[in-house]
């Protein structure tokens, strides 16, 4: 599985922003998705995962209720959508696949990573 992250940029606290995750390579509906984030100096935390195939998602409790994930079957795609933004947020973002889905949130679980893509949020 290759992955391809986008949507990343410059945004002010408030704002919102979507990032997508295009896969390519094995059946994209047997795989559960991933996003992570990483600040300069700081582990990669989790931040959501939903299954490609039933749609169920579990987010971490830093992000519920302002992030979204989504996917796409059809497009190979999954996406995090972001609103009400804060400086907090601002991270390398990270999308992950794997072959099973849980509320396991260790990244070591997660064997395909795609290239970060930079959230900056301006207070």
Request: hydrophobic letters at 35%; glycine letters at 10%.
């Amino acid at each position: 599985v290759q992955l391809q992250a986008s949507g990343g940029g410059l945004v002010q606290a408030g704002d919102s922003l979507r990032l997508s995750c295009a896969a390519s390579g094995r059946t994209f509906s047997t795989y559960a998705m991933g996003w992570f984030r990483q600040s300069p100096g700081k582990e990669r935390d989790f931040v959501a995962t939903v299954s490609a195939s039933t749609g169920g998602t579990y987010y971490a409790e830093s992000v519920k209720g302002r992030f979204t994930i989504s996917m796409d079957n059809a497009k190979n795609t999954v996406y995090l959508q972001m609103n009400s933004l804060k400086p907090e947020d601002t991270a390398v973002y990270f999308c992950a696949a794997r072959t099973w889905y849980s509320s396991n949130s260790n990244p070591e679980t997660y064997p395909y990573w795609g290239q970060g893509t930079l959230v900056t949020v301006s207070s």
